[in-house]
């Protein structure tokens, strides 16, 4: 009798099992996990955030504050340039309302290696190639086509030991360039001239006032004197461009441009 009811007890079992799996079987494959966009952040009154119409005052920089910003982009690949009496300039070069830093670098000793790495955290231009190229003796001489000085294509620059640099770190929300997440850099190699200094934004159309032709303005202005020539460095949307009366060639003017006041 006691065999007889574990037998049933033991073929209920077989059966509860075999149709759980069954079921198993008709469920559909599990899908993955796709992690979903964190939702935009709104403000207490429902709406997005507003950008911002003026850029936050921040205090006067400090070197100490440069080489923590340096640090952080470049690791120990480059360092400040000590030699310069004035190494660094702030203001907000790309026009986001967010200060950001340029600051006259050298390569480090023995680290051309990670200055020179194929895929670096920073965007490397050289914004006279073409004038210093239409100037050198060796035109003379039939010149190899460099390769396009793409972010795609990786980092095309060969650094030397020799050169100096200029590295503009753009800024991230109202910190600008101190906020911890301001790592988008630009790295200039053959820029640096003579009496740096920054023109605003908004003291460009008066100071340029009838100069034609003239490129189109994002933000503040980064004038020197370099080979004998006055100009300024300038974002140009995407790159960081070199302007001179005497070699700059005209484009249209974006109607956002300080320089359509001057019209």
Known sequence: MLARKASVTTSWFLVVIGSLALCGCAKPPPQPIVEQPPAPQASEAGSLPAQPTEMPKLPP???EDVQQAVTRVFKDAAVIDGSRSASFLVGDFNGDMSQDLAVILKPAEGKLGELNQEFPSWIATEP?????RSKSKALAQPVAARPSNSTAA???IRFE?????LAIVHGYGPKGWHDPDATQTHLLRNIVGTNMRVLPFEAVAKAYKGVRPFPAIYGDLIRQTIFGESGFIHFTGGV???YDPRNFKSGPIPAHSAMSAMK
């Open 61 to 63: 920089p400090r070197l």
């Open 154 to 156: 990786g980092q095309t």
């Open 161 to 165: 030991k020799s050169d100096v640099l």
């Open 240 to 242: 960081y461009g070199w």
């Open 128 to 132: 006279l190639e073409d004038l210093l």
